[in-house]
């Protein structure tokens, strides 16, 4: 590992530290960068700190994080990634399964559970949309109003509506592809009747057309409620065809190239199905994206490889006075250089884990006690099958078709939220294949030759696997904290995690369960899922076991509300007790409902940047034109 990046797109530490900014931001990731890009086109002058290294720009970057995935033993989540030990980052294989009153703190995550979750984020430029799937769903405006319509969880002070301006131009900064008459259920509307997507649907895979056949049409009972199912394409933040209707005709130009040999940032997507953790082609939208428009704006400067460590509050006034930062020149080895940047305004763009982390490392949990509480996820119940034929697995994105029919209904106020999606990646997340299909196949089967290729052919082209996503409500118990026996290399204060799986959760567990078992017999497949006592999120509920994964969707920590009382941040994203600081990102969110997150914390930070701006321009204009 080495400096590179410095002297290509990142400011030097003493520079920064002696620049008058407008604005420090707090990582780079979607929420970061585009507040960044939104504040520096007005003028403003912005510093984004970065805990990872800044080397992930150019293709020779890129390149190198694919190649470390294709060698990696496990492939995880952050396997393409370097986890350096001056920014650690979580791991998937660090989970183990938890006993009673047993804490694990093996990996960078302390978990004290009861239920340990496997769920990761990236420290590296980009944030965890390095390694995210793409889908971009918006939330249903049921998920605004939880506790008026189902007395569950809260309510936003916001509603779905007051966003869904901001989700508009959350698709066209992500580059969404998808066809709007997919997306037509739950409520969902899209402004004025002639709007599409930026780009055209991703096609649905031959997989999604065979389970299409024999699901569509039928109908599920759940409550006093008739569902009728249909597989529809979903969403995501790729490159794919762009869309000549978009913005009435003028049609949408993707951020970043849609061929190859224009291979800068961005190609079109060719297929491949390890989006997660990282496309061989950069079809996927990633933060870098939009962080590159943010810094060409000539307003925005870069500070990586430096980690934030201290929230400083002027104890009269409440207003943050400066964020204490410890800049490391090796990656691994001790040692770093602590300086305090100041700004007229602060935004922690972290994730809901490290913004927490941070506030209550400064000693700031806030007058209600919220700062950290109210942890949410979604947890993920795996099912897999084999079908009658070979149906085109290991064929296009991981996902480009699910089943979206069930996720709100009056169900709800006993039972959480589920959505469904369909795998084109055959059993890797259930079980590790196709390498432990492999070694099944050698070890087990003693195949080898032509047998050995046509077995492994037999048995991979015919898997399916259906995720089914479902909602963990905001529970005050479920928390991230802090504790002076858990640092890291640079002293700073670890995350500790304290969850439970809710009963509300758990009976949607079931119930998903009992469905895809009705699935897979609808469409003739054989039902191979069973979960292991001894796998991490094990789980039971009247007396039968599952495992329930996390998701990588990290919300609340900081709530956004209508009172000080019961939230950490207004509905700007604004906190109430430190005029100058904005928490941003998922940790705002009151409800997490059955959409990744991505898409929704982007529409809020996009509102939030126009709030930061207006703020702060006029004595930007006027500075402008006295100089």
């Not at 003028?250 to 079109?268: C, H, I, K, L, N």
């Not at 079908?387 to 169900?411: A, F, H, K, Q, W």
């Amino acid at each position: 590992m080495t400096r590179k990046a410095r002297d290509r797109f990142s400011i030097d530490a003493d520079e920064a530290a002696s620049t008058a900014f407008d604005a420090v931001i707090v990582g780079s990731g979607v929420s970061g960068a585009l507040i960044a890009k939104s504040l520096g086109s007005k003028g403003l002058k912005v510093l984004v700190i970065e805990a990872g290294s800044g080397d992930d720009i150019t293709v020779a970057d890129y390149e190198e994080n694919v190649f470390r995935f294709y060698g990696a033993v496990g492939k995880d989540n952050n396997s393409a990634y370097y986890n350096p030990k001056n920014a650690p980052m979580p791991r998937d294989y660090e989970t183990v399964r938890l006993r009673d009153g047993e804490i694990n703190d093996r990996g960078y995550l302390v978990q004290k559970g009861p239920f340990e979750i496997d769920s990761t984020y990236t420290r590296v430029l980009g944030g965890t949309t390095r390694h995210w799937e793409g889908k971009a769903l918006r939330m249903l405006p049921d998920d605004f109003r939880m506790h008026s319509l189902f007395g569950r969880g809260r309510d936003w002070p916001i509603s779905y509506d007051d966003l869904e301006p901001y989700y508009r131009q959350a698709e066209a900064e992500l580059g969404v592809s998808g066809d709007v008459e997919d997306q037509l259920y739950g409520g969902l509307t899209f402004g004025g009747g002639d709007y599409v997507l930026p780009m055209h649907k991703m096609p649905a895979s031959y997989l999604d057309q065979v389970l299409a056949r024999d699901i569509d049409g039928m109908t599920v009972e759940v409550a006093d409620q008739t569902f009728n199912l249909k597989v529809r394409t979903t969403p995501q933040a790729r490159n794919g065809i762009p869309n000549k209707a978009y913005a009435g005709g003028a049609g949408f130009e993707p951020t970043g190239a849609v061929s190859v040999d224009q291979a800068e940032m961005g190609g079109r997507c060719q297929g491949n199905t390890n989006c997660v953790p990282i496309c061989p082609v950069q079809a996927k939208y990633d933060a870098r994206r939009t962080l590159m428009q943010a810094i060409a704006t000539g307003n925005v400067s870069l500070l990586a490889w430096s980690v934030a460590s201290k929230v400083h509050v002027d104890a009269a006034t409440g207003a943050v006075s400066g964020i204490e930062v410890k800049t490391y020149q090796d990656p691994d080895l001790p040692g770093f250089e602590t300086r305090l940047f100041k700004a007229r305004t602060y935004v922690l763009a972290a994730n809901a884990v490290e913004n927490a982390r941070l506030m209550l490392a400064s000693g700031l949990p806030g007058q209600n006690g919220m700062m950290g509480r109210n942890l949410m996820d979604h947890g993920y119940l795996l099912t897999w099958a084999l079908m009658p034929e070979p149906i085109g697995v290991m064929r296009g994105p991981v996902c480009t078709s699910g089943i979206e029919d069930l996720r709100t209904g009056n169900y709800r106020r006993d039972m959480a939220a589920v959505r469904f999606s369909i795998h084109n990646d055959g059993w890797g997340w259930a079980t590790g294949g196709p390498y432990t299909d492999l070694y099944d196949a050698v070890d087990n089967q003693n195949l080898f030759g032509a047998d050995l290729r046509q077995g492994l052919i037999d048995t991979v082209a015919r898997q399916v696997l259906i995720d089914c996503m479902i909602e963990i409500p905001a529970d005050p118990g479920n928390r991230v904290t802090v504790d002076p026996r858990y640092t890291d290399q640079l002293g700073n204060l670890r995350p500790v995690i304290s969850f439970e799986v809710p009963q509300y959760t758990l009976e949607t567990v079931a119930f998903s369960r009992r469905l895809t078992r009705q699935l897979y017999q609808r469409v003739g497949a054989r039902d191979h899922s069973h979960y292991d006592p001894m796998s991490p999120g094990w789980v039971t509920h009247n007396g039968e076991g599952y495992v329930v994964r996390g998701g990588n969707h990290w919300a609340g920590t900081h709530l956004m509300g209508a009172s000080a009382k019961d939230s950490v941040i207004n509905d700007r994203q604004q906190s109430w007790e430190h005029p100058n600081l904005y928490l941003t990102g998922a940790g705002s969110m009151p409800t997490i409902g059955t959409a990744n997150t991505t898409l929704t914390l982007a529409a809020i930070c996009l509102r939030t940047a126009q709030d930061i701006a207006a703020r702060l321009a006029p004595t930007a204009a006027a500075s402008a034109a006295g100089a």
